[in-house]
């Protein structure tokens, strides 16, 4: 399991209070989820396809819209202030970024560029910029070998690395990853895991993890939340999630990653 992190994690650093989405007039999407994340903490949301784990990220990160789903009830607050209240440029400027599901890269663009364009909201000086580039090629050193290369010409871990690169050049508090391991090589995906502990051990940056991996999400988490058809259907700490007989049962036992 995951080593306790040093930071201090008061409460409801994010808080989602029973929210419920629709998409269109008909389709529930969400259903009553409720969770939160501490300062500090790592968060696992774990589910299958389609259990709600995209749309209640994007909630999070206000990405829902007319024609995307809207919050019919229920909140979402970020350090005690509604989400509904914030553009979601100016909620990354309060440190909320999310990493979507599939990379997303800008594929005509090279590493280094993707890298910089998330730098784009803070508009760093000159020295500032070179000091945070140099700070994601150490986490990040294959990177740093591709930097020149167009980011549609380098394999999927590689995308997945320069999109959490991008992300990170904003300075998060709060990174939301939507299915990180998904389409990698398991040890592609070990590697990124371990970067995301390192990150929430040296940095101090929490995270949202949305999974379908729930073995490997477990491991590094500090707490967990099953998503079923759009609610919460277990949640508690990971190491006692990932013991319990019946979430072992149904939700992880097709998830197992040696």
């Known amino acids: 399991m995951n080593t306790p992190s040093p930071h201090p994690r008061p409460q409801a650093y994010l808080d989602v209070s029973g929210i419920e989405v629709h998409y269109g007039q008909a389709i529930l999407a969400v259903r009553d989820v409720s969770l939160s994340v501490g300062q500090g903490q790592i968060v696992a949301l774990l589910g299958a396809n389609g259990a709600g784990k995209s749309t209640t990220l994007k909630a999070i990160s206000n990405l829902l819209g007319p024609e995307r ?3 019919t009830r229920g909140s ?3 350090q005690g202030e509604l989400v509904s209240r914030l553009s979601p440029s100016t909620l990354v400027g309060r440190g909320v970024v999310q990493v979507l599901e599939g990379r997303h890269c800008f594929p005509q663009l090279t590493v280094e560029e993707n890298l910089l364009s998330g730098a784009f909201l803070r508009r760093p000086g000159r020295r500032e910029l070179a000091e945070d580039l140099e700070q994601i090629y150490a986490w990040f050193p294959r990177l740093k070998q591709k930097r020149k290369t167009k980011a549609g010409l380098t394999s999927g871990g590689e995308q997945q690395m320069t999109a959490i690169g991008r992300a990170l050049m904003t300075r998060p508090r709060l990174m939301l990853l939507d299915e990180p391991s998904m389409g990698l090589a398991p040890i592609v995906v070990q590697e990124i895991f371990e970067i995301i502990r390192s990150l929430n051990n040296d940095k101090g940056v929490s995270f949202l993890i949305a999974e379908q991996n729930a073995n490997l999400a477990l491991r590094y988490a500090d707490h967990g939340y099953v998503l079923e058809t759009g609610s919460v259907a277990a949640s508690g700490p990971a190491a006692e999630l990932a013991a319990r007989e019946d979430v ?6 097709a998830t197992t990653m040696k």
């Open 69 to 71: 789903g809207a919050i």
């Open 248 to 253: 072992k049962a149904y939700y992880l036992g």
């Open 76 to 78: 979402v607050s970020w």
